[in-house]
Each structure stands twice: as structure tokens, then as C-alpha cells.
């Protein structure tokens, strides 16, 4: 059986960081606070615990928060109280493009054909031998 305790925890310490790693602090306070008082070897946040220390942004945490931790084995899962433990995962991050490949898709396929005979006449060839260099490898595929 799951051994459930319920805390309030002060996070008037995160006040003390500077503006930008308050709520970053406040995290690492709860998750420190919860290891001591429960003795757990692993603390997990929950989806609304997290989105209430990060509400304001990263300047201004909640003064303090009242939490319900359920032990399962040496896990502690932490969630807000009046919530059910919901497991969440970071979004992962989207690879960013260069400038020119979001030129180059705004513009689309003129903008594409436009830079390969730039690139062709710049080595010295005229557009109608590039022309002719794709349709032979076209009949050779």
C-alpha cells in the first residue's frame, strides 16, 4: 500500500536568488524538502505541481505550496493538492533552421531551381547545359 503524506512547503528561500533562478530554485527546494521528511531516493513532480511553481514565470514562485507525496517503494511522486499524480514529460525540443532554409521555404521550388543555376554558373555553366545534365540523370534513374 501507498504511504501518503501531505506537507506545506515554504519556498520563501527561492527569494533570495536572483530574479532568473527563482523558480528553478523552487523546484530543486521542494524536491530537497521532500527527500528529507519522507526519505525518499527519488522525488517526482507532478503535472499541476510544476505548472503551479512555474505559473508566474520564472521571477515569481509561490510563497509556499501544499503538496501530497505518495511513496512507492524509494519513489516519491509529489502532486499538488486536491490533484491525482499525473506523469508528464518536457516537449522536446524542435531543431531550428538556418535563414536560408526558411528562405528557401517561403519561396519554394523557383527559389530552389533559382540557387542551383547560380550555384552551376558560378563553376562556369550555362542553364541550358544544366538543363540537359538533369534530364540525363533523370532517364539514368
Known amino acids: 500500500m501507498a504511504d501518503e503524506k501531505i ?4 519556498l520563501n528561500e527561492a527569494y533570495k536568488k536572483a530574479r532568473v533562478r527563482r523558480s528553478p530554485y523552487a523546484v530543486r527546494i521542494v524536491k530537497d524538502f521532500i527527500k528529507k521528511h519522507t526519505k525518499a531516493g527519488e522525488v517526482k513532480l507532478g503535472e499541476n505541481l510544476n505548472k503551479k511553481l512555474w505559473e508566474r514565470g520564472t521571477k515569481k514562485p509561490p510563497r509556499r505550496v501544499r503538496i501530497k507525496a505518495v511513496m512507492e517503494g524509494k519513489t ?20 531550428r533552421k538556418g535563414m536560408k532554409d526558411k528562405l ?3 519561396l519554394g521550388p523557383k527559389a530552389l531551381q533559382k540557387a542551383e543555376e547560380e550555384k552551376m554558373a558560378d563553376e562556369g555553366k550555362t542553364s541550358q547545359e544544366v538543363r540537359e545534365e538533369k534530364t540525363a540523370e533523370e532517364k539514368k534513374d
Open 76 to 95: 516519491a511522486k509529489v502532486e499538488l493538492l486536491g490533484f491525482e499524480y499525473k506523469e508528464f514529460r518536457a516537449a522536446q525540443k524542435t531543431e
Open 7 to 10: 506537507f506545506t512547503v515554504p
Open 104 to 106: 528557401l521555404e517561403r
